[in-house]
């Protein structure tokens, strides 16, 4: 499936390790769809299923985010730079609802709420790692 | 405008850092670069007039070699990878740093571009960062515990260095508002001697 250019939702996105990895990302596992790598462009969406909404509820911070399972694709561009990077979804997160009102933010303009998680590898195409989260829109 | 030059007038980043790799770079300070931070890097992305330079390429995986300035690195795959430092990449571990603190046994993330003997010119190199969901179990002056999955955790307080967000807010060195049984990102650095985790920044909720 090819990234697409309509616009899904924007909001904050952080990054998390997953699959085989080093230090305290050893034994991560898979994720939620089981194929998830931290050296591949992939994201966790809070959507992915019903049992992952259980855990994430972005509907707490005002987020009614879409379902979208393991295997789709998503355009994500920094809201400033205008880097994208293109993903596919293979895990459950962020729990949204742990940082309700949470921003990032960039030339004085802000996104608010964990709505996406991305790998290393998706994140570092966006941003520096060392940021820990970052304005997005985020594209179908 | 040529093609060392991106569409703001500056330097285009990954030919500087293909010239840097090849050894006929000469630095011509961080202005021109968009500044010589990570974030600023590859933000605005050009195009390569070179066919061997149009894509970034991205490594991840612990650093069983240094030679020179070539970092020897096995991925958590099984593959190999070979990351070449340069006068323009930027170094993180712990804080932005240099290269002469990078060490064998280290785990890494590297973005750059690959060069036409597959060695991969850094950008950035991000030497055992970590961004781990945890819960506070525990809270000592010098140290947090911390759960990660099914793991235990020990979180160093690093002074001068390790901050607290809280609720959405500017970071603080106030770091006397976290409690047991928070959940909490705890950006920071492994430390491979002890499994233990430097904390950069550890940021709650609500």
Not at chain 1, 29 to 45: E, L
Not at chain 1, 86 to 115: H, Q, Y
Request: aromatic share 6%.
């Amino acid at each position: 499936m090819a990234c697409g250019s309509t616009s899904l939702w924007a909001g904050e996105t952080s990054w998390f390790c997953c699959g085989n990895a080093w230090g305290p990302c050893t034994g991560a596992g898979g994720g939620a769809c089981g194929n998830c790598q931290s050296s591949a462009n992939h994201g966790a969406w809070p959507n992915a299923s019903q049992a992952c909404w259980d855990i994430t509820r972005p509907d707490l911070c005002g987020e009614n985010i879409p379902r979208r399972g393991c295997g789709s694709v998503m355009n994500v561009k920094h809201q400033c730079s205008g880097a994208t990077v293109c993903i596919t979804i293979t895990d459950c997160g962020p729990r949204t609802k742990e940082w309700c009102g949470e921003t990032a933010c960039c030339n004085g303009t802000c996104r608010s709420n964990r709505v996406l998680d991305l790998t290393p590898a998706a994140y570092s195409a966006l941003g520096d790692l060392s940021s820990g989260k970052l304005p997005v829109y985020i594209y179908e | 405008m040529n093609a060392h030059q991106d569409s703001s007038g500056g330097i285009d980043r990954r030919r500087l850092l293909t010239r840097a790799a090849l050894g006929g770079a000469t630095i011509i300070g961080a202005t021109a670069l968009g500044g010589l931070d990570a974030d600023a890097a590859f933000a605005a992305q050009q195009p390569s007039l070179d066919p061997a330079i149009n894509k970034s390429s991205f490594v991840e995986g612990r650093i069983t070699g240094i030679t020179g300035s070539v970092l020897e690195v096995a991925g958590s795959y099984g593959d190999r990878s070979r990351v070449q430092m340069t006068n323009v990449t930027s170094v993180w571990k712990v804080r932005a740093t240099t290269a002469e603190v990078v060490e064998v046994g280290d785990g890494l993330y590297a973005r750059g571009v690959e060069m036409p003997d597959g060695t991969i010119a850094a950008d950035a190199v991000w030497v055992n960062i970590v961004n781990l969901h945890t819960t506070i179990r525990g809270i000592e002056k010098q140290r947090l515990h911390l759960s990660h999955g099914q793991h235990e955790l020990v979180g160093n307080v690093i002074p001068d260095t390790t901050n607290a967000s809280y609720a959405g807010r500017a970071p603080t060195a106030d770091l006397s508002r976290l409690r047991i049984g928070q959940s909490a990102q705890v950006l920071g650095a492994w430390r491979p001697s002890d499994d233990s985790v430097d904390v950069v920044r550890v940021t709650v909720g609500h």
